[in-house]
């Protein structure tokens, strides 16, 4: 993990993003103390299974009507 102090992280910016792209991470300093880390991005995930996403299970399970009944006194005492 290379640290860099904001200076010399602006005037290479473009240098230090390739290296986050190689998998490297960057800690960058101000006075000698860190502050932040570039750092690689993880794929998203919606980009390789595109297929994944919401209503992938549509179909495969219905709500029944009385979802929202009160339920039966046997199990309210246990909430009260």
Same mark, same amino acid.
Request: charged share 35%; proline share 8%; aromatic share 6%.
């Given at each position: 993990? $290379?640290? *860099? =102090?904001i200076a010399d992280a602006k005037a290479k910016l473009s240098?230090l993003v390739d290296m986050a792209e190689r998998g490297e $991470?960057? *800690?960058?300093? !101000?006075?000698? !103390?860190?502050?932040? @880390?570039?750092? !690689?991005? *993880?794929? #998203?995930?919606? @980009?390789?299974?595109? =297929? !994944?996403? %919401?209503?992938? #299970? +549509?179909?495969? &399970?219905?709500?029944?009507?009385? %979802? #929202? #009944?009160?339920?039966?006194?046997?199990?309210? +005492?246990? &909430?009260?």
């Amino acid at each position: 993990m $290379e640290a *860099v =102090n904001i200076a010399d992280a602006k005037a290479k910016l473009s240098q230090l993003v390739d290296m986050a792209e190689r998998g490297e $991470e960057i *800690v960058i300093a !101000r006075h000698g !103390r860190p502050v932040a @880390k570039i750092v !690689r991005l *993880v794929e #998203d995930v919606t @980009k390789r299974y595109p =297929n !994944r996403g %919401f209503g992938i #299970d +549509r179909g495969l &399970f219905e709500v029944p009507d009385d %979802f #929202d #009944d009160p339920l039966p006194p046997e199990i309210m +005492r246990h &909430f009260t």
